[in-house]
């Protein structure tokens, strides 16, 4: 099982990650290379999904840390940054395929997945970039590859402009560089107060998000199951593990501008992948790769904007000979 880390991010928010490389993880239970992914309560599955649980069920025993990143700082390392309203486990159907050879770590960013969920915030860009940029010094990953999706994909590369010395290498998975507007932003504002939660079972969950959601055009089970992830049991029933507001929050910060300067600052290799039915349009992306100076562009096939989650073996091996390129010494 992948081990939680204990780490502070910026102002002293207490930030859970989730080490891949654990020693033994050749004889897991999902056959070699595959490490159970713990879900936002620590629990996990056979095969690396995670089981939602009660917000009260006890978390997993933290590990020391310190030692392990002593140990192995000569290992390539990687972290994975996951979207908005995400946690590290939905990365765990297309981790297995960077855990050989590489320090792999998912991070639950804060207000998400195990992490802290302060008050107050902040949720600021410049939050969420300050505790990647603690994730990486504190456990001996840099200089590293930042692998991001949407929000996550954002924080990576402001974080590869803004300090260079700590990322080798970056991959953008469906994320956007140009503004999004107010539009978008009241329009989840709407979206999140549909919303019919509590929920009363998981079913539910999976039923509303993968078909009765009016975001939904077509049935998508794979959205359901998404969702149902991060998700906890509560005496009324089945809600977020994080504040929907703190959600809109965290996305206010960023959609009503534009990321292109930040972008053109990235001087490590780059590859941009969209999903053909993503977030990210084709030449938005391919603009994207023109303005990086070190990019690189590759898409998935029928898959939308959680690509690397619904279609994790074609999210490897769009990822996979890039990554062995940067991280082979």
Known sequence: ??????????????????????????AGPGGPGIVPQPGPDGAARPGGRPVPRPARAPQLPLAPQAAGARSQASVPGVLLLHGLMGHAGHWAPAVRRLTGGHRVVALDQRGHGASEKPAAGPFTREAYVADAA???????????TLVGHSMGALTAWQL???RPDLVRALVICDMRASALGAASQRAWQDWFRRWPAPFPSLEAVHRWFGDEDPWVETPNPARGAFFAEVMAEHRDGWRPVFDPEQMLTSRETWV?????DSLAQVRCPTLVVRGLDGELGRAEAQEMVRVLPHGAYAEIPDAGHLLHYTHPEAWSEAVEPFLNGVLTP
């Open 160 to 162: 590869a402009a803004e």
């Open 134 to 144: 603690a994730v990486v010094e504190q456990l001996g990953l840099g200089p590293v």
């Open 256 to 260: 009503h501008d534009a990321h292109w």
């Open 1 to 26: 099982m992948a081990r939680r880390l204990d780490v502070t991010g910026a102002d002293g928010v207490r930030l859970a990650a989730w080490d891949h490389t654990a020693p033994d993880r050749a």
